[in-house]
Structure formats: C-alpha cells, structure tokens
C-alpha cells in the first residue's frame, strides 16, 4: 500500500488549503486514515483521523472547527480541508494508514502502518 500527500502550499494566515492523501496499491478494498504533521524543531503529531467506513472522524483540539478530514471514494483518496490557518499550522503534513483489520480510528502514531511522503505547508504573510 502506497500514500501520497499533497496539496500544501504557502498561504497567508486565515487561509485555506485541501490537502489530498492518495492511496494505491490496496487489494482489500479502503482503510482508517489518519493526517499528522510535524513542525520544525518539534515531534510528529496527530492531526485528525477518519475511519474506513467515512462514519467515524476525530481531530486534534488545536484544529477542531478549522479541519474537516473526508473520504472520497471514487478515487481512493482522503481530503483534509484546512481552514482558518494560522503560523503554528505550518509543518510538513503525513497521511498515514491503518492495517485493512484496523478499521476504526487511531489517534496514536502506532496506530498506523504505512506512510506517505509528506506535504508542506507553510502560513505566512
């Protein structure tokens, strides 16, 4: 299974992005996802997550209201509608994947499995 971010960018503090995870290569069908970003100088941490069915979604305090993860089945894919950006939003943002059986979220970085490349935002004026 292979993930792929993108979408980030520059932008301007109070600015929106969609940031997009592609996954491929899955014979079994979808799984939960998670988004995770890690700022220079700081640990990775955990963003928001959606599980396999698209029923169950979970954020972060810092970016609940402002981030809305969603699936897009049609083409094997998970947005992350960014919001309302601020300075401290800007990292390098990872999409992740759980195991097929793990179907629901995971709000741990040892929830996940496989990994993406990631994709830099930066919020600035």
């Known amino acids: 299974v292979q993930l792929q971010a993108s979408g980030g960018g520059l932008v301007q503090p109070g600015g929106s992005l969609e940031l997009s995870c592609a996954v491929s290569?899955?014979?079994?069908?979808?799984?939960?996802v998670g988004w995770f970003r890690q700022a220079p100088g700081k640990e990775r941490e955990w963003v928001s997550c959606i599980s396999r069915s698209g029923g169950t979604t979970d954020y972060a305090d810092s970016v609940k209201g402002r981030f809305t993860v969603s699936r897009d089945n049609a083409n094997n894919a998970v947005n992350l509608q960014v919001k309302d950006l601020k300075s401290e939003d800007s990292a390098v943002y990872y999409c992740?994947?759980?195991?097929?059986?793990?179907?629901?979220?995971?709000?741990?970085?040892?929830?996940?499995?496989?990994w993406g490349q990631g994709t830099l935002v930066t919020v600035s004026s």
């Open positions: 290569g899955s014979t079994s069908g979808y799984y939960a």
């Open positions: 992740a994947a759980r195991l097929f059986r793990f179907g629901g979220c995971g709000l741990l970085f040892s929830h996940y499995y496989y």
